[in-house]
């Protein structure tokens, strides 16, 4: 049982929420445990699909919840981070279905990291990103110094970590950082097309292609032409390809099982 997120399943689609409304979804201790096992628990369901991630109230996440930090007394940041964050960051990269962030409001330090770690972001007008670890003398964790060079570039993204610039929704479109920025009233209706379209995707073929693009942003040319052949004979070899192939001929569309 949950006491600092909500998670509910539905035709494939587990919706994680984070639910400290009155903090912001700032993370303590609690939260980080249990988003940690609530990412386990839609990765280990064969009903699960795709996996939507938001917050409750007018933010996503605030990051860390400094008070709570300042009340446990001195504590290691490394290991803060081994044991709470970089897991969590882990689980969603690792996770073999689409993970779709619904950015409804602020993502602020390890918030943003939150996001930017999920494969596709949908934005409400009024959200907005800040990586604001600089404003307390601290740098990008969680992943973001990975995330957001290669989304953005080094020159713009050392002015976003160095200057805590806070980024509305329409400039993060613009700078490639979210996928799509919609009005706050038809966020729900967005993200619902969106996981239903991925809940009824190849799943497998789909989990295949977040690895590869992964490995595509480290990896040499033949390393990932080997990758890619590897994968596709995986693919190739799936219930799901038979199936596509299969409705292709009869010219209908394939209902696949994510197999």
């Known amino acids: ?27 303590n201790d609690p939260l980080s445990y249990e988003l940690q096992d609530a990412l386990k628990q839609a990765e280990r369901d064969p009903a699960v699909r795709v996996v939507v991630l938001t917050g409750a109230g007018k933010a996503f996440s605030s990051g860390q919840d400094l008070k709570a930090s300042t009340e446990a007394g001195k504590r290691s940041f490394s290991e ?16 073999p279905k689409p993970v779709i962030c619904k950015l409804n409001g602020v993502a602020a330090g390890a918030g943003c990291s939150l996001a930017l770690a999920c494969d596709v972001i949908i934005a409400s007008e ?8 600089v404003n307390i003398a601290l740098v990008l964790d969680s992943g973001s110094s990975y995330f957001l060079p290669r989304t953005v570039g080094y020159h713009r993204a050392f002015e976003l970590a160095t200057k805590a610039s806070k980024v509305t929704a329409a400039e993060a479109l613009q700078m490639g950082l979210i ?18 379209y991925y809940a009824a995707a190849p799943t497998k ?9 992964t ?19 995986i693919a190739g070899n799936s219930s799901d390809y038979q199936e596509g192939v299969s409705a292709f001929i009869e010219k209908r569309k394939p209902a696949f099982t994510g197999n």
């Open 1 to 27: 049982m949950f006491t600092s997120l909500l998670l509910e399943t539905a035709n494939g689609v587990a919706t994680i929420t984070l639910n400290r409304p009155e903090v912001y979804n700032a993370f």
């Open 215 to 233: 490995k595509g942003m480290t990896e040499s040319l033949d390393a990932i032409l080997d990758y890619e052949a590897y994968c596709q004979e």
């Open 205 to 213: 073929a789909i989990a295949l292609m977040k690895k590869m693009l």
């Open 179 to 196: 996928n799509r920025v919609v009005p706050a009233t038809g966020l729900d209706a967005a993200v619902e097309a969106e996981a239903a």
């Open 126 to 133: 009024a959200a907005s990103m800040i990586e604001i670890f």
């Open 80 to 95: 803060s981070l081994h044991k709470r964050y970089n897991p969590i960051i882990r689980a969603i990269r690792n996770m």
